[in-house]
């Protein structure tokens, strides 16, 4: 047997080095380590430009892969879950957390800590979870992709358009005690709210009438967290085959600021300038003809609205805690 087919016979781990602001590339040796002490051999590749994990992961499972690993954040997650889904093939996804948010693992509940996510690797169980796909524009043509946290419209995605343009440095701001360790997208929620005006949709959700809704935020959520912590859906499920759709109202600045707790923990879904439902098919545009509206889709910013969110149902298989 052939080098190279050994090594398509081993798990493959896909790191994104960047990721945690360029961290994981510095601890990469002491993953790798706790990798083969508590879960086995593997083979490994490393991205070195946006977008590359999707391309690695649909190579890897058309080769046969049957357990395919992101190491990195929510991105590379998300990269690497569009790749197994673009392949067509019946490849697993494992996840060895090294990012800043954390958000998609903290619904599986798998630790951040290198050892113990390598422990669910070895031991864990197999589920069969929901995906969501999008639909969107793009420089003026309509593209596809797949997400498995939340999409959003709204402040989060200012938030993400913010942090990108200003860089890093712009979040030296100290952040309240209660966002603690979550002052990437936590700040940057409090300070957008001051300059932020609110956004004008029309939704559909299933086969229901169109809402004309004036929204803060308006969140597609198929798991709980987003933003770096934030339980934004508390009851989303993965195996439910529907979205938690959760409107957050024409808040102003200072009611944004009290009450961001009760968001960022999950005590928020009976405000009442909080919406909810559930739905299998979320159709979103703009009020207005000319406005542009960009979408947030797993902390990536790929297009605008007009947008179709739909739940598919089982289709990704996924190493889970047992």
């Given at each position: 047997?052939?080098?190279?087919?050994f090594?398509?016979?081993?798990?493959?781990?896909i790191i994104?080095?960047?990721?945690?602001?360029g961290a994981?590339r510095k601890?990469w040796p002491?993953?790798?380590?706790d990798?083969?002490?508590?879960?086995g051999s593997?083979?490994?590749?490393f991205?070195?430009?946006p977008?590359?994990?999707?391309?690695?992961?649909?190579?890897?499972?058309?080769?046969?892969?049957?357990l395919i690993i992101?190491?990195?954040?929510?991105?590379t997650?998300?990269?690497?879950?569009?790749?197994?889904?673009?392949?067509?093939?019946?490849?697993?996804l494992?996840i060895?957390?090294?990012?800043?948010?954390?958000?998609?693992?903290k619904?599986?509940?798998?630790?951040?800590r290198?050892?113990d996510a390598?422990a669910?690797?070895?031991d864990?169980?197999?589920?069969?979870i929901?995906?969501?796909?999008?639909?969107?524009?793009?420089d003026?043509?309509r593209?596809?992709?797949?997400?498995?946290?939340?999409?959003?419209?709204?402040?989060?995605?200012?938030v993400?358009a913010r942090?990108?343009e200003?860089?890093p440095?712009?979040?030296s701001?100290?952040?309240?005690?209660?966002?603690?360790?979550?002052?990437?997208?936590?700040?940057s929620m409090?300070?957008?709210?001051?300059?932020?005006?609110?956004?004008?949709v029309?939704?559909?959700?299933?086969?229901s009438?169109?809402?004309?809704?004036?929204?803060a935020?308006?969140?597609?959520a198929?798991a709980?967290?987003?933003?770096?912590g934030?339980k934004i859906?508390?009851?989303?499920?993965?195996t439910?085959?529907?979205?938690?759709v959760?409107?957050i109202?024409?808040?102003n600045?200072?009611k944004?600021?009290t009450?961001?707790?009760?968001?960022?923990?999950?005590?928020h879904?009976?405000?009442?300038?909080?919406?909810?439902?559930?739905?299998k098919k979320?159709?979103?545009?703009?009020a207005?003809n000319?406005?542009?509206?960009?979408?947030e889709?797993?902390?990536?910013?790929?297009?605008?609205?007009?947008?179709?969110?739909q739940?598919?149902?089982?289709?990704?298989?996924?190493?889970?805690p047992?």
């Amino acid at each position: 047997m052939s080098d190279e087919c050994f090594r398509m016979i081993l798990p493959i781990v896909i790191i994104n080095p960047e990721s945690a602001r360029g961290a994981t590339r510095k601890a990469w040796p002491k993953i790798a380590s706790d990798l083969r002490t508590h879960f086995g051999s593997f083979s490994c590749v490393f991205t070195d430009k946006p977008g590359q994990g999707t391309e690695l992961a649909a190579q890897a499972a058309r080769k046969g892969s049957r357990l395919i690993i992101a190491c990195g954040g929510d991105g590379t997650i998300s990269e690497v879950t569009n790749g197994i889904l673009a392949s067509g093939k019946d490849t697993e996804l494992g996840i060895l957390p090294s990012g800043t948010g954390g958000d998609f693992r903290k619904t599986l509940g798998i630790s951040g800590r290198s050892r113990d996510a390598a422990a669910i690797l070895r031991d864990g169980r197999t589920r069969k979870i929901d995906v969501g796909r999008v639909t969107f524009t793009n420089d003026g043509e309509r593209e596809t992709r797949y997400f498995l946290g939340v999409a959003s419209f709204g402040m989060s995605a200012d938030v993400v358009a913010r942090v990108r343009e200003a860089g890093p440095e712009w979040l030296s701001t100290k952040a309240p005690n209660w966002l603690s360790g979550r002052a990437t997208f936590g700040v940057s929620m409090l300070q957008t709210a001051m300059q932020s005006r609110a956004t004008q949709v029309i939704v559909q959700l299933d086969d229901s009438p169109e809402l004309h809704l004036t929204v803060a935020n308006l969140c597609i959520a198929n798991a709980r967290y987003f933003g770096g912590g934030m339980k934004i859906a508390p009851e989303a499920k993965l195996t439910d085959g529907k979205f938690d759709v959760i409107s957050i109202g024409d808040l102003n600045a200072l009611k944004i600021l009290t009450r961001a707790s009760r968001i960022y923990f999950g005590s928020h879904l009976r405000m009442q300038e909080v919406g909810y439902a559930l739905a299998k098919k979320v159709i979103a545009r703009p009020a207005a003809n000319n406005a542009r509206i960009a979408i947030e889709v797993d902390g990536e910013l790929p297009g605008l609205l007009p947008a179709t969110f739909q739940v598919v149902p089982a289709a990704l298989r996924v190493r889970c805690p047992a």
